[in-house]
């Protein structure tokens, strides 16, 4: 698998990221949701049941997207309360974890529930997201991260269910005008759908209810 399957671009920094316990996102932060055209199928209720995420193939794509300041990079900071938010709503669920640089690192693993961070002098609070057995372990400098966003799209008949950490707003990507590249992401996380492809449903709620968080 050596691409995201997401819209958007690569990963510069080949660093990962971590989350952990329950707790709302702390204000302060500004926020932008953004619904993408609708989809051919009418979407039904939220919290429709199924045995996987074909109970959820009638909901819109949908985009929900808060920037951060440096403030916010703080170890008690609302981009650290995400992280616990994040762990804390996708403990256990698997997750592909994508960083794109000059070499592309994919890894399918369970989404950790406990992010530890340390300051680490100049380059400031340190996010690590690590397994318990530690054969997964990832990290990222928080304040080098401005925006967060969560996707829910569809792509080749496959739904997709993402969580991208920007170094930059999209808004601020290089170059001028439409022709301007999207902006890269430094880490993106998706839920891992298996050989079937389909995401269980019971990881589909789980997004959800992130995105609820953070929006």
């Not at 045995?51 to 929900?64: F, I, K, T, Y």
């Not at 997709?160 to 930059?168: K, L």
């Not at 707003?169 to 880490?187: E, F, H, I, T, Y």
Request: proline share 9%; charged share 25%; aromatic share 6%.
């Amino acid at each position: 698998h050596l691409h995201d399957p997401a819209p958007r671009a690569s990963i510069e920094m080949p660093h990962a990221v971590a989350c952990a316990p329950r707790a709302p996102c702390v204000a302060g932060a500004s926020v932008s949701r953004r619904r993408a055209p609708p989809s051919r199928r009418a979407s039904p209720a939220r919290g429709a049941s199924s045995r996987n995420a074909s109970a959820s193939d009638d909901r819109e794509p949908l985009e929900v997207r808060r920037a951060f300041s440096a403030e916010d990079s703080e170890e008690h900071g609302a981009l650290a309360q995400f992280m616990r938010d994040a762990g804390s709503c996708l403990a256990g669920t698997d997750t592909r974890f994508i960083v794109i640089g000059d070499a592309i690192l994919e890894t399918v693993a369970p989404f950790p529930a406990t992010p530890r961070f340390a300051v680490l002098g100049a380059k400031g609070v340190c996010c690590t997201l690590a397994s318990e057995d530690k054969t997964f372990e990832a990290h990222v400098f928080l304040k080098t991260i401005r925006e967060v966003a969560l996707a829910r799209s569809e792509r080749g008949g496959r739904k997709i269910y993402a969580i991208r950490f920007f170094g930059e707003p999209p808004s601020a990507g290089g170059g001028d005008g439409a022709d301007a590249p999207p902006p890269r992401p430094k880490l993106t996380c998706v839920l891992h759908g298996g050989e079937s492809g389909e995401v269980p449903a019971a990881a589909v709620e789980r997004w959800e209810r992130l995105a609820e968080k953070l929006a």
